[in-house]
């Protein structure tokens, strides 16, 4: 009945999605799509039924708007023709919103959906879209006023897993303990993973999550720690242990803010991936990629051509000319993410200037708190000049002193336009923006107010 009746209820949400856009509301990613899941709640599933090859979801706390760019930039460059939330809007309204804009009659433009979601909204959405595939990254503390404790999300995930999985193939992280769990019991799983000591660090960091055996409660053992939770792990009261993946990255060379490169390994073959985007996190999102292609049935050289020329998404190690100064902008959302940055920007050859943006907006989480599990240690000998800003830019630069950055290094500039300027006038080289993720949003809309980077709602 809903597919029958929708055609006037799309009409609607467009109307007022439209007029949005003209009052200059920027309501063009969700807006459209709330107002038609008021008019019709399952209208996500039967516009998802139009796809002739169904669809894909990709969730996780760190990387899934860079993951999904990966796989579109592999499917897209075979001539698949995806509907795709570029735009990064992940909850049921931005998904509404990106079907809807595709809706052809009643037919969709295009063949496959590419879907990042929200992980809390991940459970109504796979209900809706009944992907054939579920890509599932990793889970990192994050917006604990919004989502409460990992636990909780993994519980979330593992009633999605227990009811979908027999259907859904599922793609995850076996160096994740509370992704790969999900998988133990499940009939389709093919797991994701770096295997390289090079990359191990000497201690796990002090913002590290899951460090517990959910089988049986005892702390995990670990061979190697790559990444927060993330690497080789054992329980040894219980036996529990890292899934051996089939899809595995070695040889690892990381290249500050310039790249990457490491051996791909699948059951296709081994190749080698120069990536153009800095960080392990990012040769994780490459990995998570590949492992979804191949589930795909891709053919490995073309895995391989996707990742080598994937384009940044905004925010994500994307680049900007900055008045004759180039901006690497690179989102931090929280302690495991923001770690990698850093560790990332401590390969750069020479000292580095930051416009570090700290805001506590709803969508970034009130608790700001993670900020002094991030290890700004990492750069504070490092660093040149920080301005910071945004609505806890006093707190930001606090964290910084105490981090070991001399005062005289530090600028406090609370409103955002004011510290831009501020920023790139003094210096030379790179400047790397560290923004928060309402940070980023208005980021975005002040260099496209300059002419300096495209209209982000698209």
């Keep these: 009945m809903a597919s029958r009746t929708l055609g006037p209820k799309l009409l609607i ?42 669809s894909i979801a990709i969730s996780a706390t760190n990387g899934k708007t860079t993951t999904a760019a990966m796989v ?31 809706a052809r009659g009643k037919g969709i433009d295009g063949q496959l ?16 879209l009944r992907p054939r595939k579920l890509l599932l990254g990793n889970l990192f503390r994050d917006q604990l006023d919004r989502y409460g404790e990992l636990e909780t999300i993994a519980d979330r995930w593992a009633e999605i897993v ?28 093919i797991y994701f993973g770096v295997e390289d000591d090079s990359l191990a660090l000497a201690q796990m960091q002090h913002a590290s999550d899951s460090k517990h055996c959910r089988r049986c409660g005892h702390a995990y053992e670990y061979d190697a720690v790559y990444l927060g939770h993330l690497g080789r792990y054992h329980c040894p009261q219980c036996g529990q242990r890292r899934p051996d993946p089939g899809v595995i990255a070695s040889q690892v060379t990381l290249r500050g803010t310039r790249g990457a490169h490491f051996t791909l390994t699948t059951p296709a073959g081994v190749v080698e991936v120069e990536l153009p985007l800095p960080g392990l996190y990012n040769v994780y999102n490459a990995l998570a990629a590949a492992a979804l292609a191949h589930s795909l049935g891709v053919p490995l050289p073309e895995i391989v051509a996707g990742l080598e020329h994937v384009a940044a998404a905004f925010g994500r190690a994307e680049t900007i000319r900055l008045d004759g100064r180039e901006m690497s902008i690179l989102l931090i959302k929280n302690p495991a993410g923001a770690n990698e940055v850093l560790r990332t920007l401590a390969l750069e050859p020479e000292q580095v200037d930051l416009l570090a943006v700290l805001n506590d907006n709803v969508a970034d989480g009130r608790d700001i708190s993670w900020v002094w599990d991030a290890d700004f240690e990492l750069l ?30 530090i600028v406090v500039v609370p409103g955002l336009e004011a510290a831009l300027d501020e920023a790139r006038l003094d210096g030379d080289g790179t400047l790397f923006a560290l923004p928060t993720y309402t940070a980023l949003l208005s980021l975005k809309d002040l260099l496209s107010q300059r002419g300096l980077a495209p209209e982000y709602w698209r």
């Excluded at 008019?39 to 002739?52: N, Q």
């Excluded at 504070?380 to 930001?396: D, P, W």
């Design 72 to 102: 579109a930039s592999i499917l897209e460059r075979r001539g698949t023709r995806l509907v795709h939330n570029r735009a990064g809007a992940n909850m049921a309204g931005g998904i509404a919103s990106t079907l809807m804009g595709a």
């Design 162 to 189: 227990a009811v979908h999985g027999r259907t859904t193939e599922l793609v995850l992280n076996a160096d994740d303990p509370l992704v790969a769990d999900l998988g133990r019991q499940q009939p389709r799983v």
């Design 113 to 128: 959906g590419l879907f990042e979601v929200d992980e809390f909204w991940l459970g109504q959405l796979v209900s809706e």
């Design 13 to 54: 949400a467009r109307t007022v999605g439209a007029l949005a856009r003209r009052a200059g509301r920027g309501g063009g990613t969700s807006l459209p799509g709330k107002v038609l899941m008021k008019l019709e709640p399952h209208a996500i599933g039967a516009l998802a039924r139009r796809l002739p090859q169904g």
């Design 380 to 409: 504070a000998g490092r660093l040149r000049r920080v301005t910071c800003s945004g609505t806890r830019a006093a707190e930001l630069a606090l964290r910084l002193k105490y981090a070991g950055v001399a005062p005289e290094r």
